[in-house]
């Protein structure tokens, strides 16, 4: 299957600063890439969703000012987490699909805020 | 409107036995169902999906999955547990069969036992 790379798999940033993660398709064309949250052992929430070239999506109660979304070229989506806070703690996984294929994760981001 | 019920949390079972994860949707549309696994601190990897064509699905590493339309289910199987497969499991539908905008079930723990 194709692969999407996410990097970097752990950080751990100060409070008040910012942090980004960046997500790759490997080896294709990734026209749609998909930005999720996922809490301690719950499920995953979609965040937003980025179509190169155009603004992001956001979903119902994601602030778009804090968590800035660019995606700037069909291999390279990136999630900014603005002026971190300890809430913001979280894994952090994308999506990527080539059209209307299926779609495929990255490993995760855990980011940690102290 | 599309949801995806986990009807367990967590599944505990002894290794070399049979491991069932019950899984319920809603769907308006003709849905496209996915079942992926993941890993601690791992992105999620798929392990079968359900896109109209033969209701009983085989997956990677022996999982299998039933798509039975009049119990509106889509459990995953896999006759035999190893060791390996302890990790969370969800259950995903889509209401296109592109397989994106994707919902996700709450996520069942398997768990392993010697």
């Known amino acids: 299957g194709a692969v999407v790379s996410q990097h970097p798999s752990r950080v751990i940033c100060k409070s008040g600063t910012s942090v980004k993660i960046e997500c790759r398709s490997l080896?294709?064309?990734?026209?749609?890439m998909f930005w999720y949250r996922q809490f301690p052992k719950q499920s995953l929430m979609l965040m937003a969703t980025?179509?190169?070239?155009?603004?992001?999506?956001?979903e119902q109660g994601v602030e778009k000012d804090k968590f800035l979304i660019n995606h700037a070229s069909l291999t390279l989506s990136t999630l900014t987490v603005t002026s971190a806070h300890p809430e913001d703690s979280s894994f952090y996984i994308c999506s990527a699909i080539m059209g209307s294929t299926e779609a495929f994760f990255g490993q995760g981001t855990r980011l940690t805020v102290v | 409107a599309q949801s995806v019920t986990q009807l367990d949390s967590h599944v505990s079972v002894s290794e070399g036995t049979p491991v069932l994860l019950r899984c319920n949707y809603s769907s308006s549309y003709s849905p496209s169902l996915f079942w992926y696994v993941q890993h601690p601190n791992k992105g999620l990897q798929l392990l079968l999906k359900?896109?109209?064509?033969?209701?009983l699905v085989k997956g990677i590493n022996g999982f299998e999955a039933e798509f039975k339309k009049s119990e509106t289910s889509f459990h995953l199987t896999k006759p035999s547990a190893h060791m390996s497969d302890a990790a969370e499991y969800f259950c995903?539908?889509?209401?296109?069969?592109?397989?994106?905008?994707?919902?996700f079930g709450g996520g069942t723990r398997l768990m392993v036992k010697p």
């Open positions: 080896d294709f064309q990734a026209t749609t």
């Open positions: 359900y896109t109209s064509a033969a209701t």
């Open positions: 980025s179509n190169e070239g155009s603004k992001a999506t956001y």
């Open positions: 995903v539908v889509s209401y296109n069969n592109a397989g994106n905008m994707l919902t």
